[in-house]
């Protein structure tokens, strides 16, 4: 018979897990089964009997890794993973430049309203997306917008910022206004806990307010940049909103401009769920890839920094 000293072990061992229990319950019905399923239907495809007409026309088969190969000899899919670089060379350092920017100006003692300055910066975060697509791209529109009407009342160039190169800075300059904000927090509150002694110190040797930005409060955030580093690399593979919302405004956006709109194409225009299951799991694993890729090297420079 159990006493209940016994009893009371057993409870405070168990407790822990039963905290844990919601939220792996969670993880494993609204994360993790939706990818093992993805990734099985990747390796399945449908098979055409005669026709295809009449019941038992079509089963579903083991496909192995066709639909892998299929994906990674399209064109389209092809074309959407280049644009999407060429898209986040400009957004991350863009974004994460000027989150580090305001967060080293708003932890300034010189400056005014920091509160206000902190809410009027992270705003645009708390905008969904497709709505600060639709915003945006009607600012861009040259009959709506009335940065064009300023640009013609004063006869100066107006570009047009749907089309061409110029296509890429108009989703980049969405993404960079939306998301900025929320880097800048992460950084800001990094900085904010900085002990005061180190700034003191900093003082008594004379650093000047740049000297102690560049030498001591940057290093020292240096894991969070890494964190915001990290979740901008997810944001960007994964770009779905911004081309969405702008592709009825130009024909320069079309309906696979990114890997995952590709994806959707695919699942919901084409009804070929397999090629797209197989499509995402390839996202998934660059987005795998390129994340714990760049933590790891950010980790090993760190050991290194600190055995040197």
Known sequence: MTSPAGR???GVKGAPYGFLLPATVLFALFFALPIGYAVWLSFRKVHVSGLGLGAGAR???????E??????????????????????????????????????????ERVRLAPFTRLAIFLPYAIPGVVAALLWGF????????????????HLPQPNLLDGGPL??????IAVWGGTGFNMIVI????RSIPAEVHEAAKLDG??????????????VAPSLVLTFFFSIIATLQVFNEPTTLKPLTNSVNTTWSPLMKVYVDAFAKGDIYSAAA?????????????????RAANRRNKQEAAG
Request: charge should be negative; aromatic fraction near 14%.
């Open 59 to 65: 089963s579903e088969v083991w496909a192995g890794l």
């Open 8 to 10: 009371r072990s057993y």
């Open 188 to 191: 800001y509150t990094s900085l």
């Open 67 to 108: 639909n892998y190969k299929d994906a990674l000899t399209d064109n389209e899919f092809y074309d959407g993973a280049l644009r999407v670089l060429g898209y986040g060379c400009i957004v991350v350092p863009v974004m994460l430049g000027l989150a580090l920017l305001f967060a080293l100006m708003l932890d300034s």
């Open 168 to 173: 890429y800075l108009a989703l980049s300059n």
């Open 207 to 220: 650093a000047s307010p740049l000297q102690t930005a560049l030498k001591i409060k940057i290093p020292m």
């Open 139 to 154: 600012l861009y529109l040259p009959d709506v917008s009335p940065f064009y009407y300023v640009l013609e009342k004063l």
């Open 279 to 295: 499509e995402a799991t390839l996202i998934a694993l660059a987005t795998l890839v390129l994340s714990f890729g760049f933590l």
